[in-house]
């Protein structure tokens, strides 16, 4: 069985990056595909330079280095049900890949068949959305997730997020997630709407941006006041790590981002670090053999 201790211990095995020392790191956010597929990806399209290329395991694996991450959750962005079964090949190739996080139309009549089906693969733990889908007439579909013991990931704005909220109290016991915080503005208001939700987990995995000059800062001072709303709003417990490899790459390298987040959470002590790192995804996605 996976334990925090044999995540430390595997951790603790590796060179580590000084931001973030024998701390076991999950990346909650990472995307696979192969743009040399016979059939081609429908994501990302051709004219994405930085993107559209193979990013498999082995080139993850480069892109992470020495850093200590020690899992990683694939998630699916591609709309085609037959990658779900792709992507699930992936992850029993290699031991990095915890979990997987799919995707399946709320609207599709075929939903629940491809629940079972795909949920019967251990390794398949929920699916994402986009927040077009967060409408009453798909609650009974979500909840099926909640039944299953699944979560879900939500990919939205902020003009969607009273949505969230609404889910979230109308299933308390499904699991949510809000992929790609923080948000540029901030949208405060929302976020406290979600915090009075308890089962909504916030995706820190937008953290990097470009200030007025079009640089990307690489200090934590600059990212440090939405970084200080997220902590304040949700605490220690709800906030959890994700790189958005690679689209992540499009702004800097993985190590940059890591080291920035890193460097903010490690100043609030081991056990707040921990959390974000490693402990609030396995409450979040609950991936085999690991206790939560």
């Known amino acids: 069985m996976l334990t925090r201790r044999s995540l430390l211990a595997g951790t603790a095995a590796l060179p580590v990056c000084a931001a973030i020392p024998l701390i076991p790191i999950v990346d909650t956010h990472i995307h696979i595909y192969d743009t040399n597929r016979a ?90 959305i986009s927040g077009s889908s967060l409408k009453e007439e798909f609650y009974p579909k979500l909840e099926q997730l909640a039944t299953a013991g699944l979560s879900l990931d939500v990919l939205t ?52 941006r470009k200030d007025h000059e079009g640089r990307v800062p690489d200090s934590v001072v600059f990212y440090r006041d939405v970084l200080d709303e997220l902590w304040d709003t949700f605490g220690a417990s709800r906030l959890v790590y994700g790189s958005n490899w690679p689209v992540s790459n499009r702004l800097s390298d993985y190590g940059t981002q890591l080291r920035v987040v890193g460097e903010y959470f490690r100043s609030k002590g081991s056990t707040p670090a921990r959390q974000y790192f490693s402990e609030n995804a396995a409450r979040l996605y609950r991936w085999p053999g690991v206790s939560y």
């Open 39 to 128: 059939q081609g990806v429908p994501w990302p399209p051709a004219s994405e330079r930085v993107l559209y290329k193979p990013h498999l395991a082995s080139n993850f694996r480069t892109a992470i280095g020495s850093s200590g991450v020690t899992g990683a959750v694939i998630v699916e962005a591609s709309p085609w049900l037959a990658d779900n079964d792709w992507i699930l090949e992936r992850a029993s190739e290699d031991k990095l890949f915890l979990c997987v996080v799919g995707h399946l139309d709320p609207a599709s009549a075929s939903f629940s068949s491809d629940l079972t089906r795909l949920s019967a693969n251990p390794k398949f733990r929920g699916i994402r």
């Open 157 to 208: 704005g902020p003009d969607q997020l009273p949505k969230v909220a609404a889910l979230a109290a109308r299933l308390p016991d499904l699991r949510i997630v809000v992929n790609h915080l923080p948000m540029y503005p901030s949208p405060s208001a929302e976020l406290k709407l979600l915090a009075g939700a308890p089962g909504i987990f916030i995706k820190v995995s937008a953290v990097l």
